[in-house]
């Protein structure tokens, strides 16, 4: 059992380890204190604007703001008491009065809901103050993926964030102070004339809604149940997971995996984006081959293989194997691409073979 003086605090009476360079919040989360917060994304660097996640450390004149302080041995800290409550409830009530609307779509995005969760929560009055209001939306951007209806926004930064800290890519920041804040691109601009690549990572950070995915909401009239199913992007090799949105038999929209391996939230414009092949009428359902004509006709499998077989057999019969040059689908999963290098090297007799994904 160790004391105070060692690498412990005391969260709520009970006495727990905690590693060095941690905060409070995360020693609390940790051990499953239900803090709340807002301006909060554990991928990125604590920003400490909300307050929502104040805690009572004993000493302190304050409550402190648990996702910025760290945790030094023998604090004693309460993380819920009905004065943190109260103060929580203001705070929200104030962020919460700003905005036209609390109650967003969640196909909006991944944390969406958040503000709306703890405005049920502490069954916050969304219009307990009155006076001016921050932020101001842009209809005019008709770019086809991301809302940016900035008179929902609570200006917690985490769209700025996310898109310097994860995407490296700084396309938004934060224009003036107090009720002028304004989330922005470099002079003011629409978001294709900015570095912006629509990633969209501020849309499912963003925990209000003020950011949303245009293409996810096409959908919100559409009855039936959301649901989610995990899979792992098909477009290239990272193999970056992500949740496929559906309602009945139409898939809505993308979300990425928060916990996914290889992305830890991240997607491209085309993983979050470019569903549409799906349902498209056009879509390839069977193989085709040429036929005598040299027109494309739809074919079974094996039609097309002993067609892909022959054709192989002749530009070796007549060239040599090294006039074969094959490249594997950077969207096929490492089985396939083993069995094709294996195809082509044992098979084929050649060493020529490459994979998408390298270019
Ligand atoms: S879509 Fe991606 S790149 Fe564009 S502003 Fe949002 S986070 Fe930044
Ligand atoms: S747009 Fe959303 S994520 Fe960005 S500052 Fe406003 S509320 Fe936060
Ligand atoms: S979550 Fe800690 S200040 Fe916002």
């Given at each position: ?20 360079g941690e905060t409070i ?270 027109q494309l006709v739809p ?61």
């Amino acid at each position: 059992m160790s004391d105070n003086t060692g690498r412990t605090i005391f969260l709520d009476g009970e006495e727990v380890p905690f590693d060095g360079g941690e905060t409070i919040f995360q020693v609390a989360e940790r051990h499953h204190k239900d803090i709340p917060t807002l301006c909060y994304d554990d991928r990125l660097e604590a920003f400490g604007g909300c307050r929502l996640c104040v805690v009572e450390v004993e000493g302190a004149r304050t409550p402190v703001a648990s996702c910025t302080t760290m945790a030094e041995a023998g604090m004693r800290i309460r993380t819920k008491s009905g004065s943190l409550e109260m103060h929580r409830r203001v705070l929200l009530e104030m962020v919460v009065s700003e905005n036209r609307e609390v109650d967003v779509d969640e196909l909006s995005g991944y944390a969406s809901q958040e503000m709306k969760t703890l405005v049920d929560r502490y069954s916050a009055r969304t219009g307990r103050f009155a006076g001016d209001k921050s932020g101001v939306s842009r209809p005019d951007d008709p770019n086809p993926f991301i809302l940016r209806d900035y008179e929902n926004c609570i200006s917690c930064y985490r769209c700025v964030r996310v898109c310097a800290e994860q995407e490296g890519d700084y396309a938004i920041s934060i224009m003036n102070r107090g009720f002028e804040t304004q989330i922005t691109t470099e002079f003011g601009g629409l978001l294709k004339d900015s570095s912006c690549t629509f990633c969209g990572q501020c849309i499912q950070t963003c925990p209000t809604g003020a950011l949303g995915d245009l293409k996810a909401l096409r959908h919100v009239e559409v009855e039936e149940p959301i649901e989610k199913t995990r899979s792992v992007c098909t477009y290239c090799g990272v193999g970056c997971a992500l949740d496929i949105m559906t309602k009945g038999e139409q898939v809505v929209g993308i979300q990425p995996a928060m916990d996914g391996p290889a992305n830890e939230g991240a997607l491209c414009v085309k993983g979050q984006f470019a569903f549409d092949f799906v349902h498209h009428p056009d879509r390839l359902k069977t193989p085709f081959i040429r036929d005598d004509h040299g027109q494309l006709v739809p074919a079974t499998w094996d039609e097309a293989l002993d067609k892909a077989a022959a054709g192989l057999l002749e530009a070796v019969n007549e060239h040599g194997r090294h006039s074969l040059y094959a490249i594997a689908s950077g969207r096929a999963p490492n089985e396939a691409g083993f069995t094709m290098q294996k195809f082509v090297r044992a098979g084929l007799g050649t060493s020529y073979i490459d994979n998408c994904s390298r270019a």
